[in-house]
């Protein structure tokens, strides 16, 4: 009771239900054999005369019902800008996933220690750039429904699907401040997605306040040819010289190398930007 009025509870909540969360008596259907997403819609309660079911979700917490007004209700004491460098690209011997250590907030370092490469699974690697709290929670949301796919169909969901399930899961959020910009590094395929939705596949990508000085590194000498010490010291080079132009990006450099073998070939190098 006094908990309730704490979290402002009402009797009838009147939020919309987070499209993708699943429970006993509301779920949301996304994975199907022909990988064909669809959600199934508001589901209804057999046990309460068919009142719609909802999330109780306190009003701190509730989406705003209209896309045309998204006002920040707490002022921040100043701006912050956030800033990384994170890249990946596909050459013969499989797919290399470099990213910079720093966490900024506008002229702070948050963290000079930070991954921003996540791994999935064996196959499966994740750059994350944006806001570090919304990457690191919709990392383990992926994760948690990868999993789960595994579990019901006795078989790992693909790298695209793995994109087009995250893409529908963040498509509810655009307009609204969260800050997300993934790329899957599958052994073979490199895909974008960002918290608006939007899905790009393609060899080769760099994300974040240092990318165009990284682009300028791999434009002028990345080709599919590449043995892998190569390619290491390629993508080190470009995160290197991206931290040196960009002041939110720096300390060290994290490099993932993915092959069709899995998680027996990954290289993991940690190395001080200098």
């Given at each position: 009771m006094?908990?309730?009025?704490?979290?402002?509870f009402?009797?009838?909540?009147?939020?919309?239900?987070?499209?993708f969360y699943?429970s006993?008596?509301t779920?949301?259907s996304?994975?199907?054999?022909?990988?064909n997403?669809?959600?199934r819609?508001?589901?209804t309660?057999?046990?309460?005369?068919?009142?719609?079911?909802?999330?109780?979700?306190?009003?701190?917490?509730k989406?705003?019902?209209s896309?045309a007004?998204?006002?920040?209700?707490?002022?921040?004491?100043f701006?912050?800008?956030?800033g990384?460098?994170?890249l990946?690209f596909?050459?013969?011997g499989?797919?290399?996933?470099?990213?910079?250590?720093?966490?900024?907030?506008?002229?702070?370092?948050?963290?000079?220690?930070?991954?921003?490469?996540?791994?999935?699974h064996?196959h499966?690697?994740?750059t994350?750039?944006?806001?570090?709290?919304?990457?690191m929670?919709?990392?383990?949301?992926?994760?948690?429904?990868?999993?789960?796919?595994q579990?019901?169909h006795?078989?790992?969901?693909?790298?695209?699907g793995t994109?087009?399930?995250?893409?529908?899961?963040?498509?509810?959020?655009?307009?609204?401040?969260?800050?997300?910009?993934l790329?899957?590094?599958?052994w073979?395929?490199?895909?974008?997605?960002c918290?608006?939705?939007?899905?790009?596949?393609?060899?080769?990508?760099s994300?974040?306040?240092?990318?165009?000085?990284?682009?300028g590194?791999?434009?002028?000498s990345l080709?599919?040819?590449l043995?892998?010490?190569?390619?290491?010291l390629?993508?080190?080079?470009?995160?290197?010289?991206?931290?040196?132009?960009?002041?939110?990006?720096?300390?060290n450099?994290?490099?993932?190398?993915?092959?069709?073998?899995?998680?027996?070939?990954?290289?993991?190098?940690?190395?001080r930007?200098a």
């Amino acid at each position: 009771m006094a908990l309730e009025d704490i979290c402002n509870f009402k009797d009838k909540p009147t939020h919309k239900t987070f499209p993708f969360y699943a429970s006993e008596d509301t779920s949301v259907s996304v994975f199907t054999e022909s990988l064909n997403f669809k959600w199934r819609g508001e589901m209804t309660s057999k046990k309460a005369s068919d009142v719609p079911l909802e999330f109780h979700v306190p009003s701190l917490f509730k989406r705003p019902s209209s896309r045309a007004s998204h006002s920040v209700s707490v002022r921040r004491p100043f701006p912050l800008s956030h800033g990384t460098t994170t890249l990946g690209f596909i050459f013969q011997g499989g797919v290399i996933a470099a990213a910079d250590t720093r966490a900024s907030a506008g002229g702070l370092v948050a963290c000079p220690a930070v991954h921003k490469i996540t791994p999935i699974h064996s196959h499966l690697v994740v750059t994350s750039s944006g806001s570090g709290a919304d990457c690191m929670l919709w990392e383990r949301i992926l994760t948690r429904e990868i999993r789960l796919y595994q579990l019901r169909h006795k078989r790992r969901l693909s790298i695209r699907g793995t994109a087009k399930l995250l893409s529908l899961m963040l498509h509810p959020f655009k307009g609204t401040d969260v800050c997300v910009a993934l790329t899957l590094c599958g052994w073979d395929k490199l895909i974008y997605v960002c918290s608006d939705g939007a899905r790009l596949q393609g060899d080769i990508f760099s994300v974040g306040s240092g990318s165009p000085y990284a682009y300028g590194v791999l434009d002028r000498s990345l080709s599919w040819s590449l043995n892998k010490e190569e390619a290491i010291l390629l993508a080190r080079e470009a995160v290197f010289r991206a931290t040196h132009r960009d002041a939110y990006s720096g300390n060290n450099v994290d490099l993932f190398h993915v092959t069709a073998e899995g998680s027996s070939v990954w290289a993991i190098h940690h190395e001080r930007c200098a």
